[in-house]
């Protein structure tokens, strides 16, 4: 096994590693390293990188089939794997999305296979501006009452993304028929393992969730909240500052952003 050269960013997530270019050939042995440091740090950085969206395609491959996004308005030309963040527009439209997402959420989680993973490449950002904060739902978790937690492991919550889409992306435009049929509402359980650790973790995101099952939308909002204030306190986060070069990766089984 080939050992990184790592600088944890806080003791219960993230660790920047160094010596490593993503825009080189990788080996075996060490993607098999940067993958196991994702499973267990569930945030890893890289700075100043530099990769064509083919090589950011063919690396994050390696970690198994690429979703397209819903949105594929929002897509890179020619590359429908890459999802566009930005607040750039050209002849009068925005290149990717815009406006940022103000609420904690892990990617993907609304379909019924949710997102191992992303990865994030920073091409350009404002100066003192731009920041992105992660929180570990491994160390949430863990830090739970026990009897909360025991309660969480017998629960599931229903995620319904059209249901969200029409209450907060106002700004956005409508999504299309075709769009709504392939995101139904799926449920998935609130505590699962880490299926390359086997280590539990909370699994809510919460701008996607419209109740736990078998509970009313009314009865679910609060516990909702609560959950969500204990699990994004600065105990279990760590904010990190873009700048232009860095890549991302963090784990979306474990993580909320």
Partial sequence: MTDLNLTELTPFIGAEVHDVNLGAPMSDETFTAVKRAVAERSVLLFRDQDLTPQRHIDFSSRFGALEKHVLQDFCLDGHPEIFVVSNIMEN??????????????????????????????????????GETEFVSLFAAHDA??????????????????VWDYSRRQTQRPPLSDEQIRNT????????????????????????????????????SEPILKELTDFATSPDFSYRHSWRAGDVLIWDNRSTLH
């Fill in 184 to 219: 139904p509402p799926v449920t998935h359980p609130c505590v699962r393992s880490h299926p390359e650790t086997g280590r539990k973790t909370l699994f809510l995101s919460p701008i996607w969730i419209r109740n736990f099952e078998g509970m009313s939308e009314e009865d």
């Fill in 92 to 129: 009068g439209k925005h290149i990717g999305a815009f406006g940022g997402s103000k609420e904690y959420h892990s990617d993907l989680a609304y379909i019924s296979e949710p997102s191992k993973g992303s990865v994030f490449r920073c091409l350009e950002c404002p100066d003192g501006e």
């Fill in 144 to 161: 739970l009452p026990a009897e909360k937690r025991a309660w969480l492991a017998e629960q599931s919550a229903v995620y319904d993304y």
